[in-house]
């Protein structure tokens, strides 16, 4: 199993910044990508950006220019910088970590940590 706790979520006035934060931990060898999922009320949930254990790196157009993901290999953790920030990108994040198998991916998710932009 693998174990996610984010952190770094709030109130912030529109464009502002914020920076989230994900802890790894557990079983986390052969994990594959590691991201950042958002959900907003009434909404599915969205990729917002993705990174691989080779570093190569994926943004939803929403994030593109404004958000950046990274990781620190030695802490285990991953982190979204949240610049010029929206009242659109009012959601609940998810951190995500996937695991690809032979025939399957295992995915594995935090608790979800609030951001929410005021106008």
């Known amino acids: 199993q693998v174990q996610l706790v984010e952190s770094g979520g709030g109130l912030v006035q529109a464009g502002g910044s914020l920076r989230l934060s994900c802890a790894a931990s557990?079983?986390?060898?052969?994990?594959?990508?590691m991201g950042w999922y958002r959900q907003a009320p009434g909404k599915q949930r969205d990729m917002v950006a993705v990174?691989?254990?080779?570093?190569?790196?994926n943004y939803a157009d929403s994030a593109k220019g404004r958000f950046t993901i990274s990781r620190d290999n030695a802490k285990n953790t991953v982190y979204l910088q949240m610049n010029s920030l929206k009242p659109e990108d009012t959601a609940v994040y998810y951190c995500?970590?996937?695991?690809?198998?032979?025939?399957?991916?295992?995915?594995?998710w935090g608790q979800g940590t609030q951001v929410t932009v005021s106008s």
């Open positions: 557990g079983s986390i060898f052969s994990i594959n990508a």
């Open positions: 990174i691989t254990a080779g570093g190569s790196t």
């Open positions: 995500a970590a996937f695991r690809q198998r032979v025939l399957n991916t295992d995915d594995y």
